[in-house]
């Protein structure tokens, strides 16, 4: 049986490179508007991947655009599940007027990171998902997948292609130095592993300057070991 693996990004966040990633990802995890870019934009982005025949996801994050969402919060479980909820109600606008339909939900940054590791912020990010039939992407052995499955929320997980791991399988936090991969190689060594290791999705950072170089790189590896880039959908 021929092995495949999504190749999702971040995107919708402003950055020129956009549709150039369209036509390199089979997801795309579209900002709700809150961390970063503005709903004019997360339509457009919509409407380009429609075009594409390129999965739409919702990417929600705290409401930080100074920190572009990657701080760390300390929220009230209720907030924080209200702020989920508007952002998926709002992204999920917008992705109808495009004609598309948010099929997954990506978070975003910090959220993504305090999710992982803390059971009281993951159960408020999920808590919005009951009932919308929505898978969510995280990280393998997190808490986010535990209670996922206890809610009998659909996981998909995602490993990054470019980002350094820790011998617990935690990312190594980008305040550190050396916490993203530069060599071409050992990104190569990476994706395989990571798709070995039975990752679902493979993360491209859609802010980052060299994405789209990444996007060819991670590409170009899939083919050179037979594997196809599919939307988990």
């Not at 190594?172 to 060594?189: H, K, M, Q, T």
């Not at 290791?197 to 037979?226: E, F």
Request: aromatic share 6%; with cysteine.
């Amino acid at each position: 049986m021929r092995r495949t693996i999504d190749l999702n990004a971040d995107l919708g966040e402003g950055f020129p490179w956009d549709y150039a990633l369209l036509g390199r990802v089979t997801s795309a995890s579209v900002c709700c508007g809150a961390h970063a870019g503005d709903l004019s934009t997360s339509y457009q982005t919509c409407l380009w991947a429609k075009e594409r025949g390129v999965v739409v996801g919702a990417h929600p994050g705290y409401p930080d655009r100074e920190g572009f969402g990657r701080r760390d919060q300390t929220l009230d479980p209720f907030d924080l599940e209200r702020i989920v909820r508007t952002q998926l109600l709002a992204i999920g606008t917008q992705a109808i007027r495009a004609g598309a339909t948010i099929r997954y939900v990506k978070p975003h940054g910090a959220l993504y990171n305090q999710a992982q590791r803390d059971p009281e912020i993951a159960r408020s990010l999920l808590q919005p998902l009951m009932r919308r039939n929505l898978p969510i992407l995280c990280q393998p052995d997190s808490c986010v997948e535990e209670v996922a499955r206890t809610l009998l929320i659909p996981t998909v997980l995602e490993g990054f292609a470019d980002r350094r791991y820790q011998p617990d399988g935690r990312l190594v936090p980008r305040s550190e130095p050396n916490a993203s991969l530069e060599d071409p190689s050992e990104i190569r060594d990476q994706v395989l592993a990571l798709v070995d290791r039975g990752i679902q999705t493979l993360c491209i950072h859609g802010d980052d300057p060299r994405s789209v170089d990444l996007a060819d790189l991670v590409l170009d590896t899939l083919k050179t070991a037979g594997i196809e880039p599919r939307s988990f959908v």
